[in-house]
């Protein structure tokens, strides 16, 4: 390649990307071949990653401080979540349906998908990455009060743990408990009670909002 | 059309290829907890083809203790799991 001769400090080695995971190499072919053969086009292969990183928990939160503070809202939260969304002026997303079920004193609810990794992307952002691993999608189901227990829930007897698996079309958001203690806290104070993982529901939110990290 | 509240099974027959059946509940009787709508078929949609016609699916609750023998945690534990009609039957 290079034929110029060699009094200058600059270097040969091809640009390369380096220690790239073979499943992100995967992932570059298959959107070559899909630009190449006009499946899609690379302005919405770059229109929907904007859209992704552009989405942050800030907006299930925002639904489920409404529903503590409007019980009619919440009843139409529990109804229909997306027509809640929109009514807030949130984007609930492109087509999956998403169903809000609402944490009480007896029924303590817990999201995973055990097939892959569905999650409610557009009022939550991208999912954890623990919430992609197996040991998660595996252990969810089979034995949701020890992992509960790790990410430090600890749950009363009497209450029931009711896993649910989000295996096809339906996105699941929890609607946690509201706090003891915060009768007297604002909608907008209570949103930033409501962190992500409670809205998995592998978390209880405290009457006290969590330290910025 | 099952109803709401009906005892179904999950069929445990075997299949190749995509389908959105987890394992863990092929074989079990369930509960149905309410009909979502019908979506496309992933099945048939998994290979190129526009997954019609749409599927009904089901949220289906199952008791944890029928799940997993070895249940540590209490007997009301359940876990839900969406499942299209065609995997499912009518449980005695």
Redesign the interface.
Known sequence: MSDHEHDHDHSHTPITNGGEPAAAARVRALEELLVEKGVIAREDVRARVDWLVSRTPADGARLVARAWVDPAFKHRLLADARAAALELGLDPGPSP?V?AVENTPAVHHMVVC??CSCYPKALLGPPPDWYKSTPYRSRA??????VLSEFGVELE??V???????????RYLVVPRRPAGSETTGEEELAALVTRDSMIGVAVPAATAPAAS | MYRIGQRVRVSARPHEGHH???G?VKGKIGRVERM??S?TN?ETRAYGTDGLPKQP?Y?VAFS?RD??PG????A?????????EHWLEVAE
């Not at chain 1, 029931?160 to 096809?168: G, I, K, L, M, P």
């Open positions: 349906v169903v055990t097939l189901v089979s034995d949701p009060r020890g007897d009497e029931e743990v009711r896993v649910v698996d989000s295996t096809a079309d339906i | 959105r059946t987890p863990y979502h709508a979506f992933p699916l949220l944890q799940l997993w249940y540590r945690g209490r009301g534990d359940q876990v839900y799991v969406d499942v299209f």
